[in-house]
């Protein structure tokens, strides 16, 4: 059992660029979440998703799109990275619908230059 | 505005001296309050959940109590392995999902 699962661990990217993180979680939970975590401010929630085919806009969605094609798997598309998408990344999931109690990836951590 | 507050940002403490990390919030309608624990470089990792006011959850060395309006995490007896940062977050009702704010964090220190 791995729980949740992200790669990369680390990420360089020019401004422009685009990619994806992805996020793959083993224990049949059908909420999924991404966050982000800059120093001096909480997680904040980027999007979401209670099921396959369903996903939502969190706090701060502008920027990052994510699809949810299956239970397992979450990934979150960065489409023409900025500086100010420099962060460190966490996908959690939840076997609670409405995403009490998450269960956390280990993390991206984002660099745009 | 919802706010959820955690104080102090820091805390140094010696091995075996207890205390308390304190964590507010100002949301309407109050679905549930969590803690976390993080430590350097990993993503947060559950400890509770409180759901009502005077419920207690226990853990360990670890206590979480909920109020109205807020929430302590108690260590008792502190090792060096509690060492972390420990985050508050509170769900709360808020149009079509369950919104969930976190604090930003006490670090803690445990020394031996």
């Known amino acids: 059992n791995a729980g949740v699962t992200q790669t990369p661990k680390f990420q360089v990217l020019k401004t422009g660029q685009s990619m994806t993180l992805q996020c793959a979680q083993d224990m049949n939970h059908e909420y999924m979440s991404w966050y982000r975590q800059d120093p001096g401010m909480g997680l904040r929630l980027i999007h979401y998703?209670?099921?396959?085919?369903?996903?939502d806009q969190g706090e701060v969605p502008n920027g990052y799109n994510v699809s949810r094609s299956t239970t397992e798997d979450f990934p979150l598309r960065l489409l023409s990275a900025a500086p100010s998408q420099t962060s460190v990344y966490f996908c959690?999931?939840?076997?609670?619908?409405?995403?009490?109690?998450?269960?956390f990836g280990p993390g991206t951590r984002l660099t745009v230059t | 505005e919802d706010q959820v507050t955690q104080s102090p940002e820091a805390l140094r403490l010696q091995e075996g001296e207890s205390s308390s990390l304190n964590c507010s919030y100002t949301v309407s309608g109050l679905r549930g309050l969590f803690w976390y624990r993080q430590d350097p470089g990993k993503g947060p990792e559950f400890l509770f959940t409180?759901?009502?006011a005077g419920e207690e959850k226990e853990k360990e060395r670890l206590k979480a109590t909920l109020t109205k309006k807020e929430s302590f995490l108690h260590i008792t007896a502190p090792k060096p392995e509690d060492s972390a940062t420990y985050l508050c977050?509170?769900?709360?009702?808020?149009?079509?999902?369950?919104?969930?704010?976190f604090g930003t964090g006490t670090k803690l220190q445990v020394i031996p």
């Open positions: 998703s209670v099921g396959a085919g369903i996903t």
């Open positions: 409180l759901y009502s």
């Open positions: 959690a999931s939840s076997y609670d619908r409405t995403g009490g109690e998450q269960y």
């Open positions: 977050a509170v769900q709360q009702n808020s149009g079509g999902y369950q919104k969930v704010t």
